[in-house]
């Protein structure tokens, strides 16, 4: 619906802060959210699941990932994921990489499940379910 501000890129931007201007450690501060919430859809995970008819299911990433913040774009690692071939989960993924455009994956949202969970400590969010994101892996 909006973007977070913190003073100096709200000024940059011509635009008012929204006070979510924060400091780590030593650093200088940049806008950062505390906590973000998205309420849960009105699907269950299993029918979110049962509807992919080729699909990944990403359970765990591995560190922060790689991203350009100003561009949406991110490329992360997984640690634990798992392949759905028509509706049934048939395996675990290894040496695989989950990458694309925030912006564009929201475009090709299909649902988010009922039940949202604490994810990392400062994240509420249910299961996402998107039409299409960008996905490598190696052949072993």
């Given at each position: 619906?909006?973007?977070?501000?913190?003073?100096?890129?709200?000024?940059?931007?011509?635009?008012?802060?929204?006070?979510?201007?924060?400091?780590?450690?030593?650093?200088?501060?940049?806008?950062?959210?505390?906590?973000?919430?998205?309420?849960?859809?009105s699907t269950p995970v299993a029918e979110l699941i049962a509807g992919?008819?080729?699909?990944?299911?990403?359970?765990?990433?591995?560190?922060?990932?790689?991203?350009?913040?100003?561009?949406?774009?991110?490329?992360?690692?997984?640690?634990?994921?798992?392949?759905?071939?028509?509706?049934?989960?048939?395996?675990?993924?290894?040496?695989?990489?989950?990458?694309?455009?925030?912006?564009?994956?929201?475009?090709?949202?299909?649902?988010?499940?009922?039940?949202?969970?604490?994810?990392?400590?400062?994240?509420?969010?249910?299961?996402?379910?998107?039409?299409?994101?960008?996905?490598?892996?190696?052949?072993?």
């Amino acid at each position: 619906m909006g973007f977070y501000w913190d003073r100096r890129w709200a000024s940059r931007a011509g635009c008012q802060s929204t006070g979510n201007g924060f400091r780590g450690g030593l650093s200088r501060p940049g806008p950062d959210i505390v906590n973000l919430c998205i309420s849960g859809g009105s699907t269950p995970v299993a029918e979110l699941i049962a509807g992919m008819e080729e699909g990944l299911i990403v359970d765990q990433v591995l560190g922060a990932g790689q991203s350009n913040q100003l561009a949406g774009e991110f490329s992360v690692n997984l640690d634990l994921g798992y392949k759905v071939e028509k509706g049934q989960i048939v395996g675990r993924v290894k040496n695989t990489m989950v990458a694309g455009s925030i912006f564009e994956a929201f475009q090709n949202l299909v649902d988010l499940s009922d039940r949202p969970e604490w994810v990392g400590g400062s994240a509420y969010l249910p299961s996402i379910l998107f039409q299409k994101l960008g996905v490598t892996a190696r052949q072993n």
